[in-house]
């Protein structure tokens, strides 16, 4: 059944349950573990709905690929490599002010096939490893089913982690 639906295509099956605790462990090792809900390597796409910062980017429509760290109901944090493109930490601050607006556009495979559309206000931006930043997203847009479906993620991860061996 696992196969013939597909979950063996998102996650690991194990033979045991001891190789299962191994398994997870591992992963969770190869991640760094902030904040209420980590999204392991999940991409988000980040584009303004002002000229302004789209003209910083040099191109009409700017869109930015980050790596999200946390994700939950009300927010979302990700990390995004300015300095791989050529902005310093003050102009990658200038994109991400507080309170500028940013539409997120992110996959969580195992919640829902499409992508989550949302809308948010910067809350807050601080350096992060080799020259990026780390953004976090206040939603403004978000429907009450995507709420709760990331409100619910981010309760299970959270669960997880508790449960997880030292």
Do not use: Y
């Not at 997203?137 to 429907?143: K, N, P």
């Amino acid at each position: 059944v696992i196969r013939k639906v597909g979950i063996d295509k998102l996650i690991t099956v194990c033979e045991t349950e001891q190789d299962a605790h191994k398994a997870i462990i591992k992963h969770l090792n190869q991640t760094e573990l902030a904040g209420n809900a980590p999204v392991d390597h999940e991409k988000v796409m980040v584009s303004f709905p002002d000229e302004t910062r789209n003209k910083m980017l040099g191109h009409k429509r700017g869109t930015l690929v980050g790596t999200m760290s946390n994700v939950d109901g009300g927010k979302a944090q990700f990390v995004w490599n300015g300095q791989k493109h050529g902005f310093s930490f003050d102009q990658a601050k200038t994109l991400f002010f507080k309170d500028g607006e940013v539409c997120m556009k992110f996959q969580v495979k195992m919640l829902k096939k499409s992508f989550f559309d949302l809308k948010g206000k910067v809350t807050q931006c601080d350096a992060a490893d080799e020259g990026g930043v780390r953004v976090t997203v206040q939603f403004t847009g978000i429907e009450a089913s995507d709420r709760d479906a990331l409100s619910q993620f981010a309760e299970d991860m959270a669960f997880l982690k508790r449960q997880l061996p030292k």
